[in-house]
């Protein structure tokens, strides 16, 4: 079992950042990879940026250049650097982790956290 808790969310007008951040408990050496996704009202969940425990990362086209993606696999954390946040970036964002279960792998997900971007 991971169990994930995210911070970092909030409110932030156009063209501000954020940084979210995710801690993971439990059985840590399982996670290969560790990311954040993103569900806007209406939508469907859609993958943001994920980082995997080789250090290769992987980031959706619309935040390319705008957000980074950290993980330190010492401290169990992942972070989500936002830079240069639109409206359209308005969402939830879950942190996930991708672990070995054992004989398969399993999906985690944290709680949540609001990101709003409004003036």
């Known amino acids: 079992q991971v169990q994930l808790v995210e911070s970092g969310g909030g409110l932030v007008q156009p063209g501000g950042s954020l940084r979210l951040s995710c801690a993971a408990a439990?059985?840590?050496?399982?996670?290969?990879?560790m990311g954040w996704y993103r569900q806007a009202p209406g939508k469907q969940r859609e993958l943001v940026a994920t980082s995997t425990s080789g250090g290769n990362t992987n980031y959706a086209d619309s935040v390319k250049g705008r957000f980074t993606i950290s993980r330190d696999n010492s401290k169990n954390t992942v972070s989500l650097q936002m830079n240069s946040l639109k409206p359209e970036d308005t969402a939830v964002y879950y942190c996930?982790?991708?672990?070995?279960?054992?004989?398969?792998?399993?999906?985690?997900w944290g709680q949540g956290t609001q990101v709003t971007i409004s003036s």
């Open positions: 439990g059985s840590i050496s399982s996670i290969y990879k």
């Open positions: 996930h982790a991708h672990a070995w279960g054992g004989r398969t792998f399993l999906d985690y």
